[in-house]
């Protein structure tokens, strides 16, 4: 397998992973238990899952107005896109 290969089944998986993880706390909280870590879902969306993290917001409709957890995965999102931009065009 390619290194490209490798790192598009590891942003799948991950992205798959983030959204598996908000289900679950849409879940927790409809249920009154323990939550997932707000952490936790802002460091998955960190290290690549944050088109899992946004698909997931809106099929779920979970931490849509949720202040600051949107303003950071938010933040996350646009570092990310900045990230590949310059690796893009190797500024």
């Known amino acids: ?3 490209t290969g490798a790192i598009i089944l590891w942003l799948v998986a991950l992205n798959g992973v983030t ?3 908000f289900r679950q706390d849409k879940e927790r909280a409809r249920a009154g ?7 936790t879902l802002l460091w998955l ?7 899992g993290a946004f698909l997931a917001r809106h099929l779920f409709r979970h931490k849509t107005r949720k202040q600051p957890f949107s303003d950071r995965l938010r933040l996350i999102a646009v570092v990310q896109i900045g990230g590949l931009i ?3 065009f190797r500024f």
């Open 86 to 88: 310059c690796a893009t």
């Open 33 to 39: 238990l323990r939550r997932v870590p707000e952490t």
């Open 19 to 21: 959204m598996l993880r």
């Open 1 to 3: 397998m390619s290194l």
């Open 45 to 51: 969306a960190l290290i690549g899952g944050t088109p």
